[in-house]
T-cell receptor, first 116, second 115 residues
Framework: AQSVAQPEDQVNVAEGNPLTVKCTYS??????LFWYVQYPNRGLQFLLK??????LVKGSYGFEAEFNKSQTSFHLKKPSALVSDSALYFC??????????????FGAGTRLAVHP | DGGITQSPKYLFRKEGQNVTLSCEQN?????MYWYRQDPGQGLRLIYY???????QKGDIAEGYSVSREKKESFPLTVTSAQKNPTAFYLC??????????????FGDGTRLSIL
């Protein structure tokens, strides 16, 4: 079955330290992977995507993600966390069975808390 | 600026009542989606539409209905058959079609509660 797992409900990090939010996936065919961020009472904002090519993808607000095919992972990273990065983060993969549609399968989300 | 507008921001439903959530986009996107967000469960797909006058059931369509009469608009009706409608509802859109790598753009959601 196709799925996305975010194994941590919450990640705590001190401001200025590097952060990692983990994501693993299971999908048929080539994976199209996305990271989104959600602030309270707002919609999701797109951060970055992996389609093909370099395994290290750079996105908005200094975030990057590393695609690892052998481990079926797509972890989100940032070298130096900011308090303003505190939010809910979602990993998503395109449903390989959606044909011409771009259906996404979302993980349950990871809450990132950056402490001053 | 282009974007997705959802209204109202907050909505209350009485028992036995149908309510409609509005979603309008001016991004000229073909595909539109409705998601339900519950705490700790991520987003679940309710309905999606690739083109005008066409839509497909998602994973949790029971108790919901949609229409797609215009490219810009994709309203969602929460019917009285949906026994647990309290949730945050998100509308999204993207170019759809063969553009498999296009991210979805989201509105700011409607929070629906039961009176």
């Amino acid at each position: 079955a196709q799925s996305v797992a975010q194994p941590e409900d919450q990640v705590n990090v001190a401001e200025g330290n590097p952060l990692t939010v983990k994501c693993t996936y299971s999908v048929s065919g080539n994976p199209y992977l996305f990271w989104y961020v959600q602030y309270p009472n707002r919609g999701l904002q797109f951060l970055l995507k992996y389609i093909t090519g370099d395994n290290l993808v750079k996105g908005s607000y200094g975030f990057e993600a590393e695609f690892n095919k052998s481990q079926t992972s797509f972890h989100l990273k940032k070298p130096s966390a900011l308090v303003s990065d505190s939010a809910l983060y979602f990993c998503a993969v395109r449903d390989g069975k959606s044909g011409g549609y771009n259906k996404l399968i979302f993980g349950a989300g990871t809450r990132l808390a950056v402490h001053p | 600026d282009g974007g997705i507008t959802q209204s109202p921001k907050y909505l209350f439903r009485k028992e036995g009542q149908n309510v409609t959530l509005s979603c309008e986009q001016n991004l000229n996107h073909d595909a539109m989606y409705w998601y339900r967000q519950d705490p700790g469960q991520g987003l679940r797909l309710i309905y999606y539409s690739q083109i005008v006058n066409d839509f497909q059931k998602g994973d949790i369509a029971e108790g919901y209905s949609v229409s797609r009469e215009k490219k810009e608009s994709f309203p969602l009706t929460v019917t009285s058959a949906q026994k647990n409608p309290t949730a945050f509802y998100l509308c999204a859109s993207n170019r759809g079609g063969g553009a498999k790598n296009q991210p979805q753009h989201f509105g700011d959601g409607t929070r629906l509660s039961i009176l």
